[in-house]
């Protein structure tokens, strides 16, 4: 029976899928880049497979990010439990929509939008309990 994968791994996995997500390159373009297939990039983001340090060096290079952001935020047990909402965030919807609220310029309407979400939430939550 094969282990999970580790914490480590599976932190710099979904960190090269966000930034990869983020500049809009597919798991295909991001493995011709830097020479693997696109199964493998997948392996990699999923944690399944270990990246080595030349690779994640080659990786870095490919997104245009610094190789040290990879390892941003990273706890012993970060991963151990990861939420629903852990789960989105990293979800191609949630880099997207994150994506796109962050490349909004006006700060009231951001603020405007939040406001909007967090009262169709409000309303669902309502009406959730109202069918119950």
């Known amino acids: 029976?094969?282990?999970a994968p580790h914490t480590v791994d599976?932190?710099?996995?979904?960190?090269i899928r966000i930034?990869?997500?983020?500049?809009?390159?597919?798991?295909?373009?991001?493995g011709?880049?830097?020479?693997?297939?696109?199964?493998?990039?997948?392996?990699?983001e999923k944690g399944s497979n270990?990246?080595?340090?030349?690779m994640l060096v080659e990786i870095a290079g490919a997104l245009?990010?610094?190789?040290?952001s990879f390892f941003e935020d990273i706890s012993a047990n970060a991963n151990d439990n990861p939420t629903p909402s852990d789960e989105f965030v990293v979800s191609r919807d949630g880099v997207l929509l994150n994506a796109a609220f962050?490349?909004?310029?006006?700060?009231?309407?951001?603020?405007?939008?939040?406001?909007?979400?967090q009262a169709i939430s409000?309303?669902?939550q309502i009406e959730s309990e109202a069918a119950e």
């Open 32 to 44: 011709d880049r830097v020479g693997v297939t696109f199964q493998q990039i997948q392996k990699y």
């Open 1 to 3: 029976m094969k282990e």
């Open 64 to 68: 245009e990010v610094d190789v040290r």
């Open 50 to 54: 270990r990246v080595s340090a030349s």
């Open 19 to 30: 930034k990869r997500l983020m500049r809009k390159v597919s798991q295909t373009e991001l």
């Open 122 to 124: 409000g309303m669902e």
């Open 10 to 15: 599976v932190h710099v996995g979904k960190t």
């Open 102 to 117: 962050l490349s909004i310029k006006n700060e009231q309407v951001r603020k405007k939008i939040v406001k909007l979400v």
